[in-house]
């Protein structure tokens, strides 16, 4: 036994269809097991009528080192109470893939399977679809060009606000700060999901508790939270027209509030104006 770091190469043999020496190696909790099954060998004088790790022997126990290895005996054992038969190869090729995807490097797979990257992505390599998964998740992340905004609602151009066309004049303006500015913005986006309509109908909520207590001026008769209102009654029509589950979802934030359930973003706010309302 040769220590290789935390594996024991067991013996290297000349593979033809490798063209080249391989090294077989054995993970020092097996060295124990294969020890003693190798004693066993000994001792029995197996080994002295076939030198391979598992000999084969006849009926009268005449060698057989030119014949082929046979499990038809065992497969048919499996076959006869319903168990599933793995052979060799595929246990190995569950070996490469695992390895590879716990490493996520096709070189040290490839050393260590005594492969070359070419035959290992030929012969072994299989699709994966939890990998899969991730690699699509993580192409979408970095492709993605949208970035939280200050208010509800997604941005695809942080820090470059562009107001909407014909924005009206008290309408908030958009600069990257203020949550009611996201929604008169160009680069602002909506989100199809059941959370932003509560929040979009939170904040909705929020505007029409604070102009309640606005007490207009000889100058100025309309607030600006009215308008803020106005879009998200339109934003949320639109989303409840897009689909029935879109509906739904707009129903149910639309229940929450009545029942007094506020998303956590404008919780604080709206209990607070309630009190001073």
């Given at each position: 036994?040769?220590?290789?770091?935390?594996?024991?190469?067991?013996?290297?043999?000349?593979?033809?269809?490798?063209?080249?020496?391989?090294?077989?190696?054995?993970?020092?909790?097996?060295?124990?097991?294969?020890?003693?099954?190798?004693?066993?060998?000994?001792?029995?004088?197996?080994?002295q009528?076939?030198?391979?790790?598992?000999?084969?022997?006849?009926?009268?126990?005449?060698?057989?080192?030119?014949?082929?290895?046979?499990?038809?005996?065992?497969?048919?054992?499996?076959?006869?109470?319903?168990?599933?038969?793995?052979n060799?190869?595929?246990?190995?090729?569950?070996?490469?893939?695992w390895?590879?995807?716990?490493?996520?490097?096709?070189?040290?797979?490839?050393?260590?399977?005594?492969?070359?990257?070419?035959?290992?992505l030929?012969?072994?390599?299989?699709?994966?679809?939890?990998r899969a998964?991730?690699?699509?998740?993580?192409f979408?992340?970095?492709?993605?060009?949208?970035?939280?905004?200050?208010?509800?609602?997604?941005?695809?151009?942080?820090?470059?606000?562009?107001?909407?066309?014909?924005?009206?004049?008290?309408?908030?303006?958009?600069?990257?700060?203020?949550?009611?500015?996201?929604?008169?913005?160009?680069?602002?986006?909506?989100?199809?999901?059941?959370?932003?309509?509560?929040?979009?109908?939170?904040?909705?909520?929020?505007?029409?508790?604070?102009?309640?207590?606005y007490?207009?001026?000889?100058?100025?008769?309309?607030?600006?939270?009215?308008?803020?209102?106005?879009?998200?009654?339109l934003?949320?029509?639109?989303?409840?027209?897009?689909?029935?589950?879109?509906?739904?979802?707009?129903?149910d934030?639309?229940?929450?509030?009545?029942?007094?359930r506020?998303?956590?973003?404008?919780?604080?706010y709206?209990?607070?104006?309630?009190?001073m309302?």
């Amino acid at each position: 036994w040769q220590s290789d770091g935390e594996d024991f190469e067991a013996f290297r043999v000349y593979k033809g269809r490798r063209e080249g020496e391989a090294i077989f190696r054995c993970y020092k909790a097996y060295r124990k097991h294969l020890q003693k099954y190798i004693d066993w060998l000994n001792e029995t004088e197996l080994s002295q009528n076939d030198e391979r790790l598992f000999p084969m022997m006849s009926r009268g126990m005449i060698p057989a080192k030119i014949s082929r290895a046979n499990i038809s005996t065992l497969k048919n054992l499996l076959k006869k109470h319903d168990l599933p038969f793995i052979n060799t190869s595929q246990l190995r090729n569950t070996r490469i893939n695992w390895l590879l995807r716990k490493t996520s490097d096709l070189n040290l797979t490839a050393e260590q399977m005594g492969h070359t990257k070419e035959v290992l992505l030929r012969d072994y390599l299989r699709p994966h679809h939890q990998r899969a998964s991730s690699e699509i998740i993580e192409f979408h992340n970095l492709i993605d060009p949208t970035t939280l905004a200050p208010g509800p609602g997604l941005c695809v151009d942080s820090h470059q606000p562009e107001p909407i066309v014909e924005l009206a004049e008290n309408a908030p303006k958009p600069d990257c700060i203020s949550p009611e500015g996201c929604l008169f913005c160009e680069k602002h986006r909506d989100v199809m999901s059941s959370e932003y309509c509560w929040k979009l109908a939170s904040h909705l909520q929020l505007k029409r508790l604070e102009t309640n207590l606005y007490k207009p001026s000889e100058h100025n008769h309309i607030h600006p939270g009215n308008l803020v209102i106005d879009r998200i009654k339109l934003k949320l029509k639109a989303i409840s027209d897009g689909s029935e589950i879109r509906n739904t979802w707009v129903e149910d934030a639309q229940s929450s509030i009545r029942s007094g359930r506020y998303h956590p973003t404008w919780d604080g706010y709206i209990r607070l104006l309630e009190v001073m309302v």
